[in-house]
């Protein structure tokens, strides 16, 4: 493809209160930059949006560094070389990549993999062969520990870690049970993922319902959200229940804010204690980035094997992206949200 004659980026221009805002990222446009001796200019074609970037916007402790102002927004892409002063990469080569919230990329070849394009659509290393499906199966194997017959439930049911957990769970013999946002997303669980049951955690019965779909109670609670889906299963885990602490996305647009109610940690401790609840949090690369190897081969035979369905929702233009990671805090992607920045992507 042709090379544009300039870059388009976003960056940080104002660190948000709550959802991030329109005057939380600024588009600016720059001159490409040229590769110095070991780096490669890449061009971003695909963009991941993941609810991990609402942290980064903050300043305050956490497992990685915040983005800095005017610094460009970060993001995983799939992005091809354009020009390579780099030993081990060609022009030409497709890579996956952190790319950031721009049209082209300097890399070094940090946390750059090379993309097997022999595995259906490129897009797809950026959910279920990528980071998500990654984080599904390790958190599901190592952290859950499942026994055939066993319960499994997890929320955000339609989304790429989500699905990827319940039909991981579903080909490893458990019963599972999905948490979803809307009817929609719930029937979708169940007639594509192949869920035994779906509930929409919107509903005003949620607690009856998820209490009625486990009738053998909890062994698995795959925690993806916290907040009131976290409230309902706690009494319904079961004697020696794993919890894979995944995510807790009902409080990354509120991370500050006290929640709301008497404080319940004597009780969750409490139910922890008398039930021997293992819970164990986990941030993939950092702590399962030994089993990746092992995390492609088994997955990447799922998928060839037809096993394992996946859901994108994909929008064209890079100028969305502000937009789309504020669909995937509220709940309104339906399915891995992903951006084709470009028209040729593939
Ligand atoms: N530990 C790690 O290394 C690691 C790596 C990757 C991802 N994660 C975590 O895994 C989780 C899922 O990530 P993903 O990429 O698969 O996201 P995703 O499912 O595509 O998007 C997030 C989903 O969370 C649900 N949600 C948002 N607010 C909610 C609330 N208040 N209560 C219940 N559900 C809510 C929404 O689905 P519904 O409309 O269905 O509710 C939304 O679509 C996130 O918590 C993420 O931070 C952790």
């Known amino acids: 493809m042709a090379q544009d004659a300039t870059n388009r980026r976003f960056v940080l221009n104002k660190r948000p209160t709550g959802e991030p805002s329109p005057d939380t990222f600024r588009l600016e446009t720059t001159d490409i930059p040229a590769p110095a001796e070991g780096q490669m200019l890449l061009r971003n074609h695909y963009l991941s949006l993941d609810p991990y970037m609402r942290g980064r916007l903050d300043d305050r402790k956490s497992y990685a560094e915040p983005v800095a102002l005017n610094e460009v927004m970060i993001g995983g892409t799939v992005s091809q070389v354009v020009d390579s002063r780099h030993p081990d990469y060609a022009k030409g080569d497709w890579v996956v990549t952190t790319g950031g919230w721009q049209d082209y990329a300097l890399s070094d070849g940090a946390l750059t993999f090379p993309l097997k394009t022999d595995m259906g659509n490129k897009s797809w290393a950026l959910g279920i062969l990528g ?27 339609t989304g790429p ?44 019965d949620f607690e009856e319902q998820l209490a009625k779909a486990t009738p053998d109670g909890i062994d698995i609670y795959f925690e993806n959200v916290g907040g009131r889906v976290f409230d309902a299963v706690l009494p319904l885990l079961n004697m020696g229940a794993r919890i894979p602490l995944c995510g807790t996305i009902a409080t990354y647009n509120n991370a500050d804010e006290p929640s709301e109610g008497r404080d319940r940690t004597g009780l969750v401790m409490a139910k922890f204690l008398q039930s021997r609840v293992t819970v164990r949090g986990y941030i993939i690369f950092d702590d399962f980035g030994h089993l990746y190897g092992d995390f492609m081969s088994q997955m990447s035979g799922w998928v060839a ?14 100028e969305d992206a502000p937009e789309a990671l504020n669909q995937v805090l509220r709940g309104e992607n339906f399915g891995k949200r992903v951006i084709r920045i470009t028209e040729d992507a593939a």
Request: proline share 4%; hydrophobic share 45%.
């Open 131 to 157: 980071m998500p499906g990654f984080t599904a199966w390790a958190g599901l194997t190592q952290i859950g520990q499942p026994k055939e017959g066993e319960t499994l439930v997890v929320a955000a049911a």
């Open 161 to 204: 870690v989500g699905s990827a957990v319940g039909q991981i769970g579903k080909l490893l013999g458990l019963r599972v049970v999905g948490v979803a946002g809307g009817p929609e997303k719930c029937a979708y669980a169940m007639e594509n993922f192949g869920f035994d049951a779906c509930i929409d955690h919107k509903a005003a």
């Open 305 to 318: 094997e037809g096993k394992l369905h996946y859901l994108e929702h994909m929008t064209d233009g890079l």
